[in-house]
């Protein structure tokens, strides 16, 4: 008669995914948290609860929806930031990044002469291509932020303390 077989060895505990646990590690631990609950391990690094304001780039230059591309590139190049916030008064309004704004620029195969190509770029604002993206809080943990990043496939997020632009939060800042 047949006895079913088990399909293979049973998977090691340490080495089953487990949730997190959502608790500071207490001091004196070296910022590892090692508890166990049955045959399950779950082992928290102090990583996880680094906060995105200890990360974030601040400050960084804000631009309006009315400044030219040609600006924008400029600020970026000399700011060395990936993205632009776009302000209006006091309230943001989304992220330009390089690659938005070089597509609004005009090709290299152009027949615009160097000062009808100066004027063109002067007279196009960033308003066109202005990306509306979720933002993280200063408090929030990087975590958060890295499954934010992640799930609406962004490379920047801005941080905003209520509507107040605080800083940037790049995907480098996450390794």
């Not at 943001?92 to 620029?105: N, S």
């Amino acid at each position: 008669m047949g006895t079913s077989r088990p399909s293979g060895p049973p998977a090691h505990p340490a080495c089953v995914k487990q949730p997190a646990v959502s608790r500071r590690p207490e001091a004196g631990q070296d910022g590892i948290v090692d508890r166990f609950a049955g045959r399950r391990r779950v082992v928290i690094s102090e990583r996880e609860w680094t906060l995105v304001a200890e990360r974030m780039m601040a400050p960084v230059p804000a631009i309006t929806p009315r400044t030219s591309v040609a600006t924008a590139l400029r600020l970026l190049r000399e700011h060395q930031v990936p993205a632009l916030p776009v302000c209006e008064g006091p309230r943001f309004v989304g992220l330009v990044d390089e690659k938005g704004l070089l597509r609004l620029t005009p090709s290299d195969a152009t027949t615009l002469d160097v000062y009808e190509l100066r004027d063109v770029l002067d007279r196009l604002t960033v308003a066109r291509i202005v990306e509306r993206v979720p933002a993280v809080a200063p408090d929030a943990p990087l975590e958060d932020a890295r499954m934010l990043m992640r799930s609406h496939r962004r490379e920047v997020l801005p941080v905003l303390d209520g509507d107040r632009l605080v800083g940037l939060l790049h995907w480098t800042a996450l390794l």
